[in-house]
């Protein structure tokens, strides 16, 4: 439909990025490629009033299917349409973006122009593998544009930059040329890899991590990349090519991987699995818990305490990350100091129960041994019992509602707790 539109209109329309890269390397391979990010190119224009082309085309596409949101940034250029919980495809995106080379003074339909539009356009791409384009529109519908090389790339198995100062320009492409390795097995060429060497060598990672954040998109662009990094089932092998390149300073210049670290991120994986299956077993619903988001909470708190909340702050995460690290020295000072002496599990409880899930677990993989099983027996035993009793069975007993319900409903809490009580009648004659 859009490319019809774009026809009718004498424009060109390209499918760019991701998805042409996703569809080559799926050529030949058996299952369902699964697309949900569609990027789209419109250009070919020979009047001043085109720029708002990819609009227009999002405009034709949101009357054909009326279920989708449209958005529109920066001065009209490029439109985005949302389909959230499409039937097949759960939600999809498709951004049209319009060329932003300015309109020709002549017909466009001139292949050079043509040509030299869509290259520019791809030209300021990061990787070779993503600055592909599949012409949409005819004459030549389906043919694929590779100025870069990327084909010959995708072969390869290599990821490789576009131009020298892309990694100056973009930092978080670091991250970006990290994730694209990982996830498809590919390596990163080596030229490119001296690129990214001489960026952070620079001192790149300055406008990452300044006190005063003056690069807000920036820093939104390397949270979304280190969220996509440790959120996939690749986040350990990626983390620690981060790592060897010395790309972890764009988080901050002290965080380096270490045994400690790996050690922790490892033993917090089983901790997560461990309390989401105890969660489910006591048919209790989880805390918010995010896996990647305590991922990234625990590299943090690698560091040391006063960087935590500006670095949390940088990155833009939650709010309950960011005072969860603020005020994680703290916490964890005043457990490791009280729990030890705690023998009684009601005595655990009373210590523990002021602080959620996420904070526990972080407070655990930074305690010693000893400490760390109590939070655990804490977190998987003993956070949710209920006391034997509760406020309608006292109303039953004849108990009138009053301040000292609470009272009571604690007392019976400790006595189940602690094994005093062990059921119903032992409750009642507790009570008696
Ligand atoms: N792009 C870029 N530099 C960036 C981010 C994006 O050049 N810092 C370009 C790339 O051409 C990329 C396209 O914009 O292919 C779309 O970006 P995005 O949707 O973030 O990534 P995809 O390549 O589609 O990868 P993924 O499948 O992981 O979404």
Redesign the pocket.
């Known amino acids: 439909i859009a490319s019809q539109a774009a026809e009718k209109r004498g424009w060109h329309l390209y499918l760019?990025?991701?998805?042409v890269?996703?569809l080559l390397l799926a050529e030949g391979q058996t299952g369902t490629l699964m697309i949900n990010?569609i990027?789209l190119v419109v250009d070919g224009f020979h009047q001043a009033a085109d720029v708002g082309a990819g609009v227009e085309l999002a405009k034709v596409l949101q009357e054909v299917y009326q279920n989708a949101r449209l958005e529109i940034h920066g001065a009209f250029q490029t439109a985005a349409l949302l389909w959230h919980k499409h039937p097949e495809l759960n939600s999809l995106w498709v951004d049209i973006a319009t060329s932003r080379t300015e309109f020709y003074p002549y017909p466009a339909a001139n292949p050079e122009v043509e040509a030299s539009s869509i290259r520019q356009d791809l030209y300021?791409?990061?990787f070779t593998i993503?600055?592909m384009a599949l012409r949409l529109t005819s004459p030549r519908s389906g043919e694929l544009l590779d100025f870069f090389g990327g084909l010959l790339d995708l072969q390869a198995k290599e990821i490789r930059v576009l131009h020298p100062n892309s990694f100056i320009e973009?930092p978080?492409?670091i991250y970006?040329g990290v994730?694209f390795a990982v996830r498809f097995g590919f390596a990163i060429e080596q030229r490119t890899k001296e690129y990214i060497n001489y960026a952070i060598n620079s001192g790149v990672y300055d406008r990452t991590t300044q006190e005063n954040v003056k690069t807000p998109a920036l820093q939104t662009?390397l949270k979304t990349e280190l969220k996509?990094i440790v959120e996939a089932p690749y986040w350990q092998s990626a983390l620690q090519l981060l790592d060897d390149l010395g790309a972890l300073q764009c988080i901050h210049p002290t965080l380096k991987l270490d045994i400690y670290i790996l050690r922790e991120l490892r033993l917090l994986e089983k901790l997560i699995i461990i309390y989401l299956r105890s969660c489910e077993k006591q048919q209790i619903l989880h805390p918010f818990l995010h896996p990647w988001q305590m991922r990234l909470e625990l590299l943090i708190a690698h560091l040391e305490p006063q960087y935590r909340t500006k670095v949390a702050k940088n990155l833009q995460l939650a709010d309950d990350s960011i005072n969860r690290l603020k005020k994680l020295a703290e916490m964890q000072t005043e457990v490791i100091s009280l729990l030890p002496s705690c023998e009684l599990p009601s005595q655990i409880v009373h210590l523990l129960k002021k602080y959620d899930a996420p904070t526990l677990m972080l407070v655990a993989l930074k305690s010693p041994r000893q400490v760390r099983r109590k939070i655990w027996y804490y977190l998987t035993n003993l956070a949710n019992v209920q006391p034997l009793l509760n406020g309608n069975d006292l109303k039953q007993l004849g108990y009138k509602p009053s301040p000292i319900f609470k009272q009571i409903l604690d007392d019976l809490l400790t006595a189940t707790l602690d094994g005093t009580i062990k059921d119903e009648s032992e409750a009642r004659e507790f009570l008696a």
């Open positions: 760019v990025g991701g998805a890269r996703d990010d990027d300021r791409r990061d993503n600055a973009d978080t492409r970006r994730r662009r996509h």
